[in-house]
């Protein structure tokens, strides 16, 4: 497996840190595949990392990467105001790879030309092979790959060679290969390119001589030794949820600082059925990591009284963490550190950079707040420490399962800080909690007796803010409705429905009708992330 190195920083916003392994870099020109070509990369054993397109040459000669990927973009290299990068950064020596607004780049910047296309290339495409050496080694002639392009190159820079092509697109792959620079027109890096992942492994091993060297104990060792020369002799504070993530930490921080670390379990009452107990017993007994439990659902549920928007929900429920967090450190304090579960998509969805086309600059799309990185007050009174914020979700996993975690946490479905309260749609009653929390809890019975619980990325109930009509026992019910949510996705960062079998399903529905007090009907939502998001709120 391919893991991040862990930088510790103090914020999202930090630059990154000189790391002592190989790395490829991904310059970001506003694509919404920059992260999963660094998914991509790691899923090769090298550590990559997305940087701004504006990252300065004297940054990347400090961070010395192997190689340097130039993601696409929603831009037109020729317009006003597009992106571009130092041209300084074709002179550096480093293998370069453009991939669809990154090759167009390095056609323009180096001397030859992009126009708008006769015919846009969209979908699926045959790739015809010309030359299948170097970057196209071992790429089977007549494969498919993802096209997503309105411009094409015209005329290809001196020096250059045609690599491959398709029948709407000339130039689907050039390379100097002397000065060791590639481009491609498609998306080698989204599961519709069949060859894409060969293809990037040339560019990683034999263009840019990199070696599969990132493992999880290579990562473990490194993140404990962070950790330690970070914190030393001071008390770190860890809020534990029970999920992977944050259980992952624990134990991480647990080889680390030892007793040093104090987990504390908050119930603020918006957890899943009979999960707290379960979790206090699990930690204390089988883990032997004390656990501190604190009872605050009822502060929790009457500080959102009243209050329907999301956003509004989350940045409560964050900030009464830290209020929470705060109070119990005086108690059990002193504590210098907070310890979040933090992980590369949290800081990515949140910060929500991306690039104007119209103007080249970068704009904030926040997508919503995670409880992780959004809410945090301007004077958090702790110092954060974050090693797990580079990492994906299936990297987390792998972290988990090495440091001797059970198959029952480290598969354990994602859930979100907030919890139930924005599963339950508009303003959050007690009564409303207890009908989501009942329906939820008979959704993960039938799904795990069904054998499918590893089949879905996540699988939950939404109470819904609507009422409907209904005939239960030979009278008339105007009760709520329950929308069940099943998506598969790799990294939750894009998803889709799951198809689930309807026999499931009717058992779901008809025992959520039958036991769930105050529910007459379920649906089910059948949207993809996009356009959708996984939660609801």
Request: contains cysteine; hydrophobic residues 35%; glycine residues 8%.
């Amino acid at each position: 497996m391919t893991l991040a190195p862990s930088n510790l920083p103090q914020t999202a916003s930090e630059s990154p840190t000189q790391i002592g392994h190989e790395m490829i870099a991904i310059l970001d020109f506003g694509s919404q595949y920059s992260e999963l070509i660094a998914r991509r990369i790691r899923e090769t054993k090298v550590y990559s990392e997305v940087l701004s397109y504006r990252t300065t040459i004297e940054e990347i000669k400090r961070l010395n990467p192997k190689g340097i990927i130039l993601s696409g973009g929603p831009s037109s290299v020729y317009a006003e105001y597009s992106p571009h990068s130092d041209p300084e950064l074709w002179g550096l020596g480093i293998p370069i790879l453009g991939v669809c607004y990154g090759m167009q780049l390095m056609v323009q910047q180096l001397g030859g030309q992009v126009e708008q296309a006769e015919r846009g290339e969209y979908g699926k495409a045959a790739l015809c092979i010309d030359d299948p050496i170097d970057l196209l080694t071992n790429v089977e002639d007549g494969t498919t790959m993802w096209m997503s392009h309105g411009d094409s190159v015209l005329a290809m820079p001196p020096g250059f060679e045609l690599l491959a092509h398709t029948d709407n697109t000339p130039c689907a792959a050039i390379a100097n290969h002397e000065r060791k620079l590639y481009g491609v027109q498609f998306h080698p890096e989204v599961v519709h390119s069949k060859g894409g992942m060969a293809l990037l492994r040339n560019f990683v091993y034999h263009i840019c001589g990199c070696e599969p060297e990132w493992t999880t104990t290579t990562f473990i060792d490194e993140a404990v030794q962070e950790v330690r020369a970070r914190v030393g002799d001071k008390r770190v504070l860890l809020a534990l949820s029970g999920g992977v993530d944050s259980s992952t930490l624990a134990f991480l921080l647990h080889r680390a600082i030892g007793d040093n670390l104090t987990c504390m379990f908050i119930d603020q009452g918006f957890m899943r059925k009979n999960e707290p107990e379960r979790l206090v017993k699990l930690f204390k007994e089988q883990f032997k990591i004390p656990v501190v439990y604190v009872d605050a659902g009822e502060r929790f549920v009457s500080k959102l009284a009243g209050v329907s928007d999301p956003e509004q929900k989350r940045k409560i429920i964050g900030n009464e963490f830290i209020q929470v967090f705060e109070q119990e450190s005086l108690r059990l304090g002193p504590f210098d550190y907070l310890a979040q579960g933090t992980l590369y998509p949290d800081i990515i969805e949140s910060s929500g950079e991306n690039i104007d086309p119209r103007t080249g600059e970068r704009v904030a799309v926040k997508i919503k707040s995670h409880h992780n990185v959004g809410g945090l007050p301007e004077n958090l009174r702790f110092k954060l420490v974050e090693p797990l914020r580079r990492l994906f979700k299936d990297e987390v996993r792998q972290v988990g399962r090495t440091l001797g975690l059970p198959e029952e946490i480290v598969q354990r479905q994602p859930f979100p800080g907030p919890g139930l309260a924005i599963r339950v749609l508009g303003d959050v009653t007690p009564e409303k909690l207890e009908m989501v929390r009942e329906a939820d809890f008979i959704v993960r019975q039938e799904v795990n007796r069904s054998g499918s619980y590893n089949h879905y990325w996540q699988s939950f109930a939404v109470l819904l803010p609507v009422k409907s009509v209904g005939v239960m026992g030979d009278q008339r019910t105007y009760a709520y409705t329950i929308a069940l949510r099943f998506v598969t996705s790799e990294d939750g960062m894009t998803a889709d429905w799951a198809r689930v079998p309807y026999d499931l399903l009717e058992t779901i529905s008809t025992r959520i009708v039958n036991e769930v007090r105050g529910i007459n009907r379920v649906v089910l939502d059948i949207t993809s992330k996009p356009p959708g998001t996984i939660e609801w709120e």
